[in-house]
Structure formats: structure tokens, C-alpha cells
């Protein structure tokens, strides 16, 4: 796509001003922002629809944080301060809405940014994102491709960063050997499975049987557990589940007297997870998100702005749905505006130079590197250390930091391996 | 002479039509386009009384079956759009021998099945459907230039006039063949199925018929779908976007040939344009129900019902 | 190998009882009001709302609970039945499209008051019953199991043993010999409506503490309603029983041995071929249809 404007003798930045003159009050992102000037942020992600849960309390969070920032005066810009304003589209996780969204935000909205879910929606926009250049980012890092250069993966490093969890579970227990996979079929579980595999695989700990694969739409988990204990597995890995199928999971195993070792990306309300079962059952359950208000995340090392006050926030006004969406994208931002103040522009190709220059970031769990030429094709995804955190006393604690490129460095060709057998290389997802 | 004037009218309209829309309009309008066939190709079916619940994965057949085709075999994106909407058809006639041994809600509930298998089926087998991923990167329409104007395919009013072509076409075949002797036939397989197999009328085969020719304009649908977004997966031919083609067809009526059309025409500009507009973020689905229950208790003859009246009225005076 | 087999046996039995509770209310719907109710998971939904609100945010007991949904959903019924399928009684179509309408104010309306996240619901009981020690199941699945029985024995009895299942069995049958018979179509709607809708929300409310309680909640539920209802002949509570039972098996032991997706390909085919061979379901009769 992109050479073929190439050669038309069009460069992505003069394609969007010709455009923009054809149209009529089209405003040029970033361009020449009137001091004072609101900086406008695209929020493209489903608001309504079965997969609203991941787009509308990430939006909720996005709120929040830009109330903290404009209060604080906004932006700083060499021109002056800027207060940050959202734009949402709904796009109810289709790829054709999301087309119809970024091409709004972008030509019609005038926004300097634009944040995604990605995953499904993200292939309907990329050639919008290719023609106008515009800087995106996803929280499925499955979604980089040497294609798009304007896109980054700056927050959650999905799947990578569950070998950190892995890594932990073989040297805190090194007698638990086997281990069961189930996963819902779908584009985040796949890739999930595939790196479990692959760090099982590099601690000796054997997958009993084929990971057992359901279907999203699955509501009763009772047979798909039972088949898991039939093969008396020394640890359950709950893969990418989301929380509407962890928490029944979860009992299931409880209710069948399950008793050895659990592992999962996510236990979002772990603490109502306990009160399904009990606090002797979900002790030492190993996960990757840890609850905001974690004394650890108050550490030097964070950088995420007063991330304790940002959770208190939030649970004040949203009781009962903070996860891990709901800072993910606000941690999104906090990158973006330092990248920004940065560079003294909120011009995409600035934003994106800033942001990757030297190789590095700051991402919301430490500095990290930008990485995954191998895996991606493009080092577009923001790679450091990420927390591993276990349910101690009923509580999450974050057990330490893990760093996932040196994981990587030892074990990557096996990563590749498991990716290839599921068909989810970059090179073959096309 | 107003009879010969109002086509090129009508043509001008629409050629002038996206120039006076905003770009995101103007993208919904290339999507609109394209349902606009899809609705149309759905009324061809219920013309012999049966309503499918299958007809948006048939026209996921197509869209598949096209980007496999440029895919794997680099065939020429217009060709492979028309191969795309033959298979659909012959898929379509494959699922008639089980499908239409059942009438009437047993018929429904049986396509709402048959659809579900085939979706599960590209979800199950990775290669060459891409599991639930899907297909992406699938090749634009390559753009071209007849002198006045030069397509290029990304702007969304390059695709319109080519959508927009290719969809009137078929809207004339589909008028054609409604209006043709088999057509009619299809009138007598739902009103008078008994008469019309006493008169040797052999029914299973114009059922079969009008679902194989309804599916492959489906098919041709999906398929410029498909080559304008460039992705397609499982969940973009789900039962939700069944219910709306459904919803369409019933809010406009499917007594006349435009009513289905005026269906998908109004409520997609009231739920994509209107109430986007108007900010409604989480009530959007809910003031759209809202809609659906209001017109169908107060205009159960559908939106069509509404322009006869009009009709009548202007044929009086 | 016994044991597994024996446990799966369970597993089945649970999912039987609650598919058979909505299948049974989808049925008494269509064959009285002759039209399909699209909206029939949202009225499981509702159910399981109900119990959110009663039992889990006010701490009324888990009974008291189930009994306000069966009632609010009944009611709920009753409001689908005069606000848009008695105006529409002669439009089956129109009938659909009101029941898709309603099916995304409901949507809406619990994304909207309650979030769109999973909710929480403190367990009823923890206690498990084992018959060996590896052969278990839940006491809250057996207060499903048992309401099941008893809720559909009731139904049973009122419709073959009591007028009113007279005429709702009537009128179900033939509506206009039955009105001829002095029986009130609206009445019987009215019945039909308040039964049909009041056992989707008791499933809902009786099984929200056991699975995900989300707004979508009822979509994976109707596509199985809808396949056990064809299964067994629309228009036959017999058939509709019979049908979730050899469903709830079939699906709960492909799972467990092959896996779930698969599963669902095996239910949906078994499905066709029941029709291929009898193409009004396994009781049903041609005229309902």
C-alpha cells in the first residue's frame, strides 16, 4: 500500500494536506495547534456490543486521567499548555465501523491520536492508517506487521509477558511437572496458547494433552473441567480466559476438588473469585495484573503518575470495575504525552520519533525496549519487565519484576516454534 | 416525458451524492451500498415465503471465497467477486437438499444452523480460513483510470461508483428476473403452492432456484465487502448482522421491490448517522429497538406502505 | 474411565434441566402466540439481573430472589404480550421484528444500570455432594436440577389436568375452534405469556449464581433454545423435554472428549439431521409450522 503512494509521487504527509485542502474545514492533525488549543485524542474501541468490557471502562479510565491532567494545565507544548480532550467512536468491534471511525476521527475530528482495541477491528483500519499516517495504538501486540509503521503496542505486551509467570510457578515449585491448557478459541486466545507451550516447554514442565479450546459463546464449564482433572495435572493454566469464563472456571475446579497449582493471565475481582471458593483455594493462584493501589507500583521504577490515587479514583466512581482495561489505556496516554512534551509537538510522526528514540520508553512497569523484530516484524511493542503477581492471604502482591527480552534472548526459537504451529507469525497471519 | 427524464436524474444524484457527505459519511455510504444488494437479494427469497436466518453467512461465502480466490491464485479482483458469488450459489444449492425438506419456522431455525456450521467451520480450520482471526490483507480492487476520472480504490467515492455500478446491475437482473415468468412463478410458490404444483409447477426446484440466485448476489455483496475493508473473519457474519438485514427487509416491507431497500436505506442513516450524531453512546441499541417496536406496530405494512399512499394520492388528483 | 464418564453424566443432567426450563418456555410461547420469541435469552438475562439486585446488592435471601424473577419476568411476559404481540397477532413477522426490538432494549437497559462487566453473585451454597471421591456435584446444581422437576411436573399438571391447560392446549391447537368453544384467546395469551416468559427467569435466576451474569448473556442460550425446540417439534413440551435431554448429553459429552467446539458443530448437525429425517422434529406435526 504504502509504495504504491510512493510512487505516485505522494509522500503520506502530502497525501493528507491534498486531502485536507479538497475538504472542507478538514483540520490536519497536529497541525499548528492555537495555543490553549484543546490536543484531541481518538478513543476507537467498542462502547456497546458483546465486547464492551474491553473498550468502555478503558474509556472510563481515560476520563479520569485527563481530569488529572488538565487540572494540572494540560500538555506542555512549547507554545503553551494544552488540555487533553477524548473522542470516542463506538465501533462495536467491527472492522467496517472502525474503518468508518478512524476515517471520522482523523479527517473530520482533527485528533492527534488515535487509541484501540485492535485485534479484529485493527485490519479494517490499517489502510487508513497507512495512507494518512496517523499514529495508532493497540493492546494486542498480535496486531504489528512490518506493514504498519504508525502503529505501537506500548501497553500490554500480550501475550510475551506470561513466561514471566511461568518462569516464577517452575522456580517456586519445582515439583509441579504437568500441566493442562484451556483457552477460548479466538484471537487472543491462540497466540496465549502457543507462548504457554513455549514456556512450559522451556522450564521441562510436559502439556498432559492438546490445549483444550472452547467456544467463546461456552456458559457452563463444569465438562470442559472435568475432562482438565481427568489427566490429575499438577497445574491448570487458564490461559487468556477473560473474566466471564476464569471466575466459573475457577469455581468448577474448586467444586471438584481440585487442589494443585493455577495459573492466568488475568484474575480481574480475584476478590470475588475467593468468595466463590475460598481463600485456601486461590492462595499462591499466579497472574500478571497487579491492583493499582500495590505499595510496589509506588516505586521509582513506575511510570504511571500517582498510579495508588488514579486507583482510588476510579473504584470511587466505578465500584466494582476496575481491571486491567481500565488503566491500560491511561498508561497509553502517559506515554504518549511525555513522547509529546518531547518532542514540543502532538504532530504524529513527531509523537512516534520521541517516543522510539534510542531504542527505549517508559513503560508503565519500568523502562523497556522497543522489540519484536522477530516476532512482529517490527520493533513496535514496548518490552521490559512485567510484574508476575500471586494471591497471598487473599490479597494480590506483586511477587517481583521479570524482564521478558531476556527470557527471550534464551528461549525465543521455541516461541517461534509454538507461534508457527498455531499459525500466528506475523509472516502467516496475513 | 418525466418517465424519461427521471433516470438520468436519478444518475446524476447519485454520482453527485458523496460530494455533498462528510468521510465518514461517506464510508457508511459505501457499506450502505453494498447492503442495499444484500437486502435486495434477501427479498428474491422471500418471495416463495421463505424467510433464512443463513443469507448473511452465504454472503460470507462469497466474501471468502473471493479473498481466497485473489489470494491464493491471484485471480483479477473483478473476476474473482463474480467467482465469489458463484460459489455462494452452488453452496446455496448444496444446503437446499437438506434445507428445503422443511417449511416456515422449521425452515428458519434450520438455515440459522446450516449458517452456524459454516461459521464454525472457518473458525475450526485455520488454513485456509484463518480461524477466528479471519482473513486480512486481502487485495484492494486495483485502481484504474477511464480518462475523466481516475478510481483509486481507497476513497471510499471511488468505491461507491464502482459498488454503486456493479450493485444497480444486479438490482436490474433482480428486477428483471422478478418481473420475468419464473418470477411470478415464485409469487405462485408461496401464495398458491398447492395450485402451482397441481399445475405441474414443480416447487422444490424454483425454491431451490430463487435461494440459489438470492445467495449468489449475497455472495457478489460479501465479496465487495471483503475487497474494500480488506479483512473479513467469522464474527463479521454473525446472527446480530442477520437480525438487521432481517429487520431491514420487515421495517421496510417486502411487498414491493424498493420497500426492503427504504428499510435498510432509513435505518441504517438513523442508527449509523442520526444518533451517532446526537452523542448517544450505550443508548444507542436501545433507542434503535425503540424504533424497530414503533415502526412495526405503527406501520405494519412496512416503510413502503407509507410512498403508496403517497402514491395513491398523487395518482388521484 | 467409570468415574469420568459418571461425572460427565451429572454434568449433563444439570445443563438438561435449565436448557429445558427455557426451551420449554420458548415453546409455550410460539405454540399459543404463534410467534418466535427472539427476545427469550434477554428474559433469562432479566432473571439473572434479578437475583444481582435482590440477592447480591439488597441481601435478601437466594429464595426470595428466585421467586421475585419468575415474578418480574412473568410480568414482563405480560407486558410483551400487550404492548407488542397482541397488537401484532396477525403479523407473525411483525411479531419477530418487536421481539429483536425488545431484545436490544433489555440489552441496553442492563448495560446501562449495571455496567457492562460480569457481575458478582456471592455463592448460595458451597457445599459439594460426593458420592465417590472423585464423583461430585454441586448442591447448587441440584437446587436447579430439583426446581427443574418440580417446576415442569407443576406445568405438566396444570396443563393436562386443570381448564385452563385446557384451554391452553385448545388454543395452542386451534385457536379459532377453541374460540368457537367459548375459550378467551387473550386470556390464554396472557397465561401462555406469564408461564412461558416466568420459566426463562427462574432458569436465569436459579443459575446466575453458577455462571456469568453479563448483558449477552442470553444470546448463546437462545441459539440452544432454538435447537432443542426443533429438535423436538415446535409446538410439543414433550418433545421440547426430550430434545434438551439428549442435547444437554450429546453436547456435554462431545465436550468432555473431544472438545467444545466440536461440540457445538455436533449439536447444530445432529439438529439438521433430525430434520433431514423428520422434517417437523421428532414429535411435532406439520401444521404448526
Given at each position: 500500500?504504502?509504495?504504491?503512494?510512493?510512487?505516485?509521487?505522494?509522500?503520506?504527509?502530502?497525501?493528507?494536506?491534498?486531502?485536507?485542502?479538497?475538504?472542507?474545514?478538514?483540520?490536519?492533525?497536529?497541525?499548528?495547534?492555537?495555543?490553549?488549543?484543546?490536543?484531541?485524542?481518538?478513543?476507537?474501541?467498542?462502547?456497546?456490543?458483546?465486547?464492551?468490557?474491553?473498550?468502555?471502562?478503558?474509556?472510563?479510565?481515560?476520563?479520569?486521567?485527563?481530569?488529572?491532567?488538565?487540572?494540572?494545565?494540560?500538555?506542555?507544548?512549547?507554545?503553551?499548555?494544552?488540555?487533553?480532550?477524548?473522542?470516542?467512536?463506538?465501533?462495536?468491534?467491527?472492522?467496517?465501523?472502525?474503518?468508518?471511525?478512524?476515517?471520522?476521527?482523523?479527517?473530520e475530528d482533527g485528533v492527534s491520536f488515535i487509541m484501540m482495541l485492535g485485534g479484529d477491528t485493527w485490519p479494517g483500519v490499517q489502510p487508513v492508517a497507512d495512507k494518512t499516517?496517523?499514529?495508532?495504538?493497540?493492546?494486542?501486540?498480535?496486531?504489528?506487521?512490518?506493514?504498519?509503521?504508525?502503529?505501537?503496542?506500548?501497553?500490554?505486551?500480550?501475550?510475551?509477558?506470561?513466561?514471566?509467570?511461568?518462569d516464577y510457578l517452575a522456580d517456586t515449585y519445582p515439583d509441579a511437572k504437568t500441566a493442562v491448557i484451556c483457552a477460548q478459541d479466538d484471537a487472543l486466545g491462540l497466540p496465549s496458547v502457543a507462548t504457554y507451550l513455549a514456556a512450559f516447554e522451556a522450564?521441562?514442565?510436559?502439556?498432559?494433552?492438546?490445549?483444550?479450546?472452547?467456544?467463546?459463546?461456552?456458559?457452563?464449564?463444569?465438562?470442559?473441567?472435568?475432562?482438565?482433572?481427568?489427566s490429575n495435572p499438577d497445574i491448570i493454566c487458564l490461559d487468556t480466559c477473560y473474566s466471564d469464563y476464569v471466575h466459573p472456571i475457577c469455581e468448577q475446579l474448586f467444586q471438584q476438588g481440585?487442589?494443585?497449582?493455577?495459573?492466568?493471565?488475568?484474575?480481574?475481582?480475584?476478590?470475588?473469585?475467593?468468595?466463590?471458593?475460598?481463600?485456601?483455594?486461590?492462595?499462591?493462584?499466579?497472574?500478571?495484573?497487579?491492583?493499582?493501589?500495590?505499595p510496589a507500583l509506588a516505586g521509582d521504577n513506575i511510570n504511571f503518575e500517582d498510579a495508588n490515587g488514579f486507583?482510588?479514583?476510579?473504584?470511587?466512581?466505578?465500584?466494582?470495575?476496575?481491571?486491567?482495561?481500565?488503566?491500560?489505556?491511561?498508561?497509553?496516554?502517559?506515554?504518549?504525552?511525555?513522547?509529546?512534551?518531547?518532542?514540543?509537538?502532538?504532530?504524529?510522526?513527531a509523537v512516534l520519533a520521541a517516543m522510539k528514540e534510542g531504542g527505549t520508553g517508559n513503560h508503565a512497569f519500568g523502562d523497556a525496549v522497543w522489540w519484536g523484530t522477530e516476532l512482529f516484524g517490527i520493533d513496535n511493542a514496548l518490552v521490559g519487565d512485567w510484574p508476575v503477581v500471586v494471591i497471598e492471604d487473599g490479597k494480590a502482591v506483586i511477587k517481583g519484576f521479570k524482564s521478558i527480552p531476556e527470557w527471550y534472548d534464551q528461549h525465543g526459537d521455541l516461541l517461534i516454534k509454538h507461534m508457527q504451529a498455531y499459525n500466528q507469525m506475523y509472516d502467516q497471519r496475513s | 416525458m418525466l418517465k424519461y427524464l427521471i433516470w438520468p436524474i436519478a444518475a446524476i444524484a447519485l454520482l453527485a451524492l458523496p460530494h455533498g457527505l462528510s468521510f465518514s459519511q461517506q464510508e457508511i455510504l459505501v457499506f450502505l451500498t453494498i447492503n442495499v444488494l444484500v437486502v435486495s437479494s434477501y427479498r428474491l427469497l422471500t418471495l416463495t415465503g421463505e424467510w433464512s436466518l443463513a443469507h448473511v453467512v452465504i454472503m460470507g461465502v462469497g466474501a471468502y471465497a473471493s479473498a481466497l480466490f485473489t489470494k491464493e491464485m491471484g485471480v483479477y479482483v473483478p473476476v474473482s467477486m463474480l467467482l465469489g458469488g458463484l460459489v455462494a450459489a452452488l453452496i446455496a444449492v448444496v444446503l437446499s437438499f437438506p434445507l428445503f425438506r422443511m417449511k416456515g419456522f422449521y425452515f428458519l431455525i434450520g438455515s440459522f444452523a446450516a449458517g452456524e456450521i459454516i461459521r464454525l467451520l472457518w473458525k475450526h480450520f485455520r488454513e485456509p480460513f484463518g480461524g477466528a482471526k479471519g482473513i486480512k490483507g486481502i487485495d484492494p480492487m486495483p485502481d484504474f483510470s477511464i480518462g475523466i476520472y481516475d478510481f483509486d480504490f481507497f476513497e471510499p467515492i471511488s468505491y461507491f461508483y464502482f459498488a454503486g455500478f456493479i450493485v444497480i446491475i444486479c438490482l436490474?437482473?433482480?428486477?428483471?428476473?422478478?418481473?420475468?415468468?419464473?418470477?411470478?412463478t415464485f409469487h405462485a410458490v408461496h401464495w398458491q403452492d398447492k395450485l402451482a404444483e397441481a399445475s405441474g409447477v414443480n416447487l422444490r426446484a424454483y425454491r431451490t432456484l430463487a435461494f440459489a440466485v438470492a445467495s449468489g448476489f449475497a455472495g457478489v455483496g460479501g465479496a465487495l465487502l471483503a475487497h474494500y475493508i480488506g479483512t473479513i473473519n467469522p464474527g463479521s457474519f454473525d446472527l446480530d448482522y442477520m437480525v438487521f438485514v432481517l429487520t431491514w427487509a420487515i421495517v421496510g416491507g417486502t411487498g414491493t421491490f424498493y420497500g426492503p431497500i427504504l428499510g435498510c436505506v432509513v435505518l441504517t442513516i438513523l442508527n449509523e448517522v442520526v444518533l451517532r450524531e446526537m452523542g448517544f453512546e450505550q443508548l444507542r441499541p436501545l433507542i434503535y429497538g425503540a424504533i424497530l417496536i414503533a415502526s412495526i406496530l405503527f406501520l405494519p405494512n412496512g416503510l413502503e406502505s407509507i410512498v403508496q399512499k403517497f402514491n395513491k394520492r398523487s395518482a388521484k388528483q | 474411565m467409570l468415574d469420568l464418564l459418571a461425572q460427565t453424566g451429572l454434568n449433563a443432567?444439570?445443563?438438561?434441566?435449565?436448557?429445558?426450563?427455557?426451551?420449554?418456555?420458548?415453546?409455550?410461547?410460539?405454540?399459543?402466540?404463534?410467534?418466535?420469541?427472539?427476545?427469550?435469552?434477554?428474559?433469562?438475562?432479566?432473571?439473572?439481573?434479578?437475583?444481582?439486585?435482590?440477592?447480591?446488592?439488597?441481601?435478601?435471601?437466594?429464595?426470595?430472589?428466585?421467586?421475585?424473577?419468575?415474578?418480574?419476568?412473568?410480568?414482563?411476559?405480560?407486558?410483551?404480550?400487550?404492548?407488542?404481540?397482541?397488537?401484532?397477532?396477525?403479523?407473525?413477522?411483525?411479531?419477530?421484528?418487536?421481539?429483536?426490538?425488545?431484545?436490544?432494549?433489555?440489552?441496553?437497559?442492563?448495560?446501562?444500570?449495571?455496567?457492562?462487566?460480569?457481575?458478582?453473585?456471592?455463592?448460595?451454597?458451597?457445599?459439594?455432594?460426593?458420592?465417590?471421591?472423585?464423583?461430585?456435584i454441586p448442591l447448587a446444581r441440584v437446587y436447579v436440577i430439583v426446581a427443574a422437576v418440580l417446576l415442569l411436573s407443576a406445568l405438566w399438571y396444570f396443563l393436562k389436568r386443570t381448564r385452563f391447560g385446557w384451554a391452553l392446549r385448545a388454543s395452542a391447537q386451534d385457536p379459532q375452534a377453541a374460540e368457537l368453544q367459548g375459550i378467551s384467546i387473550a386470556q390464554t395469551a396472557k397465561i401462555a405469556m406469564f408461564i412461558g416468559a416466568g420459566l426463562?427467569?427462574?432458569?436465569?435466576?436459579?443459575?446466575?449464581?453458577?455462571?456469568?451474569?453479563?448483558?449477552?448473556?442470553?444470546?448463546?442460550?437462545?441459539?440452544?433454545?432454538?435447537?432443542?425446540?426443533?429438535?423436538?417439534?415446535?409446538?410439543?413440551?414433550?418433545?421440547?423435554?426430550?430434545?434438551?435431554?439428549v442435547y444437554a448429553f450429546v453436547h456435554t459429552f462431545v465436550t468432555t472428549f473431544y472438545g467444545g467446539v466440536i461440540a457445538d458443530i455436533t449439536g447444530l448437525s445432529l439438529m439438521l439431521l433430525v430434520l433431514i429425517v423428520k422434517p417437523t422434529g421428532l414429535f411435532g406435526s406439520a401444521d404448526r409450522a
Open positions: 500500500m504504502i509504495s504504491k503512494i510512493m510512487a505516485a509521487g505522494l509522500s503520506r504527509r502530502t497525501f493528507l494536506k491534498s486531502t485536507a485542502i479538497t475538504a472542507v474545514g478538514a483540520a490536519l492533525p497536529g497541525a499548528s495547534l492555537a495555543a490553549g488549543e484543546p490536543i484531541k485524542i481518538g478513543f476507537l474501541a467498542p462502547l456497546t456490543g458483546a465486547v464492551a468490557a474491553w473498550g468502555k471502562p478503558g474509556l472510563d479510565g481515560c476520563m479520569i486521567w485527563a481530569e488529572r491532567i488538565n487540572a494540572a494545565g494540560g500538555i506542555e507544548l512549547p507554545d503553551g499548555k494544552h488540555p487533553v480532550e477524548f473522542i470516542s467512536y463506538d465501533n462495536e468491534y467491527d472492522p467496517a465501523k472502525a474503518r468508518t471511525g478512524a476515517t471520522k476521527l482523523i479527517r499516517g496517523m499514529l495508532f495504538s493497540t493492546l494486542l501486540p498480535s496486531d504489528l506487521s512490518p506493514d504498519s509503521t504508525t502503529l505501537v503496542a506500548p501497553a500490554e505486551v500480550h501475550p510475551i509477558y506470561l513466561v514471566t509467570g511461568v522450564r521441562g514442565i510436559e502439556v498432559l494433552e492438546e490445549p483444550l479450546l472452547f467456544d467463546p459463546a461456552t456458559t457452563d464449564f463444569a465438562p470442559i473441567v472435568t475432562r482438565m482433572l481427568s481440585y487442589a494443585g497449582k493455577m495459573i492466568s493471565a488475568t484474575a480481574d475481582f480475584y476478590d470475588q473469585m475467593i468468595a466463590k471458593t475460598s481463600k485456601e483455594f486461590m492462595e499462591g493462584f499466579i497472574f500478571q495484573f497487579p491492583d493499582f493501589d500495590d486507583y482510588e479514583e476510579y473504584a470511587k466512581r466505578h465500584p466494582g470495575q476496575w481491571g486491567a482495561v481500565s488503566w491500560e489505556y491511561a498508561s497509553i496516554m502517559e506515554l504518549w504525552k511525555a513522547a509529546a512534551e518531547k518532542a514540543g509537538s502532538a504532530d504524529p510522526d | 436490474w437482473i433482480l428486477w428483471r428476473i422478478e418481473r420475468s415468468p419464473v418470477g411470478l | 443432567v444439570y445443563a438438561a434441566s435449565y436448557i429445558s426450563l427455557v426451551a420449554v418456555g420458548l415453546v409455550l410461547i410460539f405454540g399459543v402466540m404463534g410467534v418466535i420469541n427472539f427476545a427469550h435469552g434477554e428474559l433469562f438475562m432479566a432473571g439473572a439481573y434479578v437475583v444481582v439486585a435482590v440477592y447480591a446488592d439488597m441481601h435478601l435471601p437466594f429464595f426470595i430472589a428466585v421467586v421475585v424473577g419468575l415474578l418480574f419476568v412473568g410480568c414482563l411476559g405480560l407486558l410483551m404480550e400487550r404492548a407488542l404481540f397482541r397488537p401484532l397477532r396477525d403479523n407473525p413477522l411483525g411479531g419477530l421484528v418487536a421481539s429483536i426490538g425488545f431484545l436490544m432494549i433489555l440489552q441496553a437497559l442492563a448495560s446501562m444500570g449495571f455496567g457492562v462487566r460480569m457481575e458478582f453473585i456471592p455463592p448460595v451454597t458451597q457445599h459439594v455432594v460426593w458420592f465417590t471421591d472423585s464423583i461430585s426463562a427467569g427462574i432458569a436465569g435466576a436459579l443459575t446466575a449464581p453458577l455462571i456469568s451474569v453479563n448483558p449477552h448473556m442470553g444470546h448463546s442460550v437462545i441459539v440452544t433454545a432454538f435447537i432443542v425446540i426443533i429438535v423436538g417439534g415446535v409446538g410439543s413440551l414433550e418433545g421440547a423435554i426430550i430434545a434438551s435431554v
